[in-house]
Every structure is written in C-alpha cells, then in structure tokens.
C-alpha cells in the first residue's frame, strides 16, 4: 500500500515571507513518481511539478522550489517571497510502479491550505 | 478553449435522482479518471479507464457508476443520489505514452444532494 501524509492541515503566512509545505510518503516500489498541484480557490487543479524516485535533484521554478530526499520519503515545496495568489490548497500525490492497473493511480495527501495575508 | 471539460459545473439534485456528469478532453489521452473530493480527505479515486473498453474499479465505487463512451468521453453516474453524495467531482486525463503519466483535472463538477 501507499500513503502520502501532508501533516499541515493549514499554514498562514504574511504576504513576501518563505513558506515550505511538507509531504512524506510511503511505498514499497523502487520505481515511483511524486507530483505536487495546486487547487486556488476557483477550485482547478493545476498540476505543479513531477519527481521520479531516481531523480533527486532539486528543482527551482521561479519562486517555487522542491526538495526530494529519498533518505526520509519528502517531497518538499518551498515558496519563497509568497505573495496573495499562493492562496490555495496544495496536494501531494504519489504513484507507484507495481504491475497491474493500479500502477497508474495516483493516491494524494489531504492537502496543505496556504493562506497569504498581504 | 480548456483540454479536459466537465459538465454541469454545479448541479443540486434531490435524494434518489439518478444524475450523470460528462467529461470530454482534447487532448488525445487514452486514460481517463474520475475522482471525487471532500473536505479534508484530499482526492479518493472512483473509476479509472485505460480505454474505451477497460473500466476499473476505484477506491470508493460503491453507488457509482461509469461509461467510457468515446476516447475522449467518459461520464459518471449516480444511479440514486443520497446526500453524502454531496461533493466535488473532478475528470483526470493520462497518457500512457509518458513515463510519469501525470493526470491533468479538468475544472470539477461541485454537486450538492438534498
């Protein structure tokens, strides 16, 4: 089984402060793809970014950054200078590389809230 | 004009109504997925289909019902609403060609049983 665990429920922040959303994960596969999306208020899903688990380079998107540590299951995201539109919830999810349909599954956290306060 | 479209975007309905929801995508994605999300419990899969002729059972199908009409159209059915029906539905598109496979939602379908 797989599990994503996103332990902060909700995150307040004043508007240019740094903010990390946290995400740890359990699976039994060698081979496995992390993604992070955001859900702003108007309710979308717009997918963020995507990981393999060979893969653990930091990546830098602008303001956003992730941090992928196999040696403790994370998959950070950091939000540097947040500002008003990072309010939002995000998710972390995890699919895993076992055969059979379930392969492509995508098991999510519950999901992180930022709120930005200008 | 959006890749993955769901229709109605908000529909009320009254316990013991049958009621679908479509969700039609151009972007040539053979696997399609329908999720539904509820406060606090992030995204729970309810069917997924790889292509018009494999349809799966998800994590919470119970009540739920499917048809993968077309490549690009796959609808959910509630055969009887009840009220813990009430939520919000999202379609998922893949493609099996790409090695990560990520899902791109379309815009969700918030659906209130009375």
């Known amino acids: 089984a797989q599990k994503v665990t996103q332990a902060q429920t909700e995150i307040s922040v004043v508007e240019k402060e740094d903010v990390t959303l946290d995400c740890v994960y359990e699976?039994?596969?060698?081979?496995?793809?992390l993604f992070w999306y955001k859900q702003p208020p108007s309710g979308e899903l717009v997918f963020l970014i995507r990981r393999n688990s060979f893969d653990e380079q930091n990546e830098i998107s602008g303001r956003y950054s992730w941090n992928f540590q196999k040696s403790t299951s994370s998959f950070n995201f950091t939000i540097t200078a947040s500002q008003v539109v990072d309010s939002a919830v995000y998710f972390c999810a995890l699919r895993a590389t076992y055969s059979g349909a379930g392969s492509y599954q995508l098991t999510f956290g519950k999901g992180t809230k930022l709120s930005v306060i200008p | 004009d959006a890749d993955v479209t769901q229709t109605p975007r908000n529909r009320i309905t009254k316990t013991g109504k049958r009621i679908m929801l479509e969700c039609s995508q151009t972007k040539g994605h053979d696997r399609m997925y329908w999720y539904r999300q509820d406060p606090g419990l992030g995204l729970r899969l309810i069917y997924y289909?790889?292509?018009?002729?494999?349809?799966n059972k998800g994590e919470i199908s119970d009540g739920y019902s499917v048809s993968r009409q077309a490549q690009a159209k796959f609808s959910l059915s509630l055969e009887s609403a009840i009220p813990n029906q009430t939520a919000l539905y999202f379609c998922a598109t893949s493609d099996h060609r790409g090695t990560y496979n990520e899902q791109f939602f379309g815009p969700g379908t918030r659906l209130t049983v009375l």
């Open positions: 699976t039994r596969d060698t081979t496995y793809y």
């Open positions: 289909s790889f292509d018009v002729k494999d349809i």
